[in-house]
């Protein structure tokens, strides 16, 4: 896709023509992240390295997890996956120096073997080690920060370590034009915005029954659901019908369910941990909401949208603005406003043909983030990287 570069931002967005790409079709392309567990950064990741490795190119992921982990999302075959066995170190300061060390060390060995072309790195200490890991090899790295900068907070250490590594990177890659401009200029080498790539499961059965409020996410404070749990509180007695179901696992689940009790909710507010596999949620899901403090980019409300969906979300930053058209293809709430989720969920709820507008709208909104689409955002990257 052709690309524009912006004027005293130094920043790139993809417009939408084919453009001649540099050589590089043949690259090796190895990706870095801390794990390959239910999160959104590895969902984008494992995407990107099947649909590649479905082209016959050679793609490698390496991570931190143990051995004998296993991916939550399925990674394709062809896909070598080095496990480099070094989790986060618990402990102090000193702690932390020494498997920082340990990790740069494993990458720098993982490059050795791998021989990549391009290394892709994602999230902000990950980014960090991909780069140092990287410095006598000289091979170029394009990192991205995936989630809101804003409120993701670093101590000294790394704080230090992010502004002496990212202006050596190749690429600096993030989802939203916001999140890349908190970052100083000298950090954001080469700015690209590109936005995730939609994945459904390849054959999920619609068993939907028109009663259940889904949300998707780790049980976590960024997810807030206990405002969504409040929020639902304020109109259950109007929708006997409807159930609210919020899949994930995380440490707030003693307080989410502790809540539920106390709101007399037990048989309407669901906590069923994570999906049988990667997806599988869209299957039972009528309407969607999102009730996050913050978002990088909020993969789950695309998936709802490609899966047909009314959404409801919080205005958080960053990205739900630039997916949903509040009216036409979702609905959006004033952030941590739960008197107004309330009353646009009921607005939703009690309106069949307003759904069915929201969902139609939602469908045609999110082919713009189809795989292809993306993909091709990012091997433009890998092709000037190895030009």
Known sequence: MD???????????????????????????????PSLGAGGSERVVT???????????????????????????????????????????????????????RRIKALANAYREFRPDVVISFLTKANVMAILAAR?????????????????HFNA????????????????????RGAAEYFPER?????TIIPNPVQLPESWENRRKGNRITAVGRLTDQKQFHLLIEAFAK????????????????????????????????????????????????ETADVFVLSS???GWPNVIVEAMAAGLPVVSFDCEHGVTDMIEDGVSGCLVTKDDVDGLAGTLASV????????????????????????????QWMRLVKEATA
């Open 136 to 152: 006598r090899l000289g091979v170029p790295v394009i990192i991205s920060e995936r989630n809101n900068p804003t409120l993701q």
């Open 235 to 282: 109109i259950a007695a109007q929708f006997p019908a409807w159930d609210l179901t919020i899949w994930g696992e995380g440490d707030e689940r003693p307080e989410l369910e502790q809540q539920r009790t106390r709101l007399g909710l037990q048989d309407r507010v669901h906590l069923p941990g994570l999906t049988d596999y990667p997806g599988q949620w869209v």
């Open 157 to 176: 250490f790394w704080r230090t370590a992010r502004s002496y590594a990212f202006p050596k990177a190749f690429s600096f890659v993030t989802m939203t």
């Open 187 to 191: 950090q954001r080498p080469r700015t």
């Open 349 to 376: 709820l009690e309106n069949p043909e307003l759904r069915q507008s929201l969902s139609a709208n939602a469908l045609k909104a999110s082919e713009r983030y189809n795989t292809q689409t993306i993909a091709d």
């Open 47 to 101: 995407t990107l390295a099947n649909y590649w490795a479905g082209q016959g190119r050679s793609i490698g992921i390496a991570n931190f997890d143990a051995p004998t982990f296993e991916p939550f999302y399925p990674l394709a075959p062809a896909v070598s996956l080095f496990r480099l066995n070094l989790p986060a170190a618990s402990g102090g300061l000193p702690a932390q120096i020494g498997q920082t060390a």
């Open 3 to 33: 690309e524009i570069r912006l004027e005293g931002v130094g920043m790139e967005i993809a417009t939408g023509q084919e453009a001649p790409l540099p050589h590089g079709d043949d690259a090796r392309i190895l990706f870095v992240l």
């Open 293 to 295: 403090a913050y978002e």
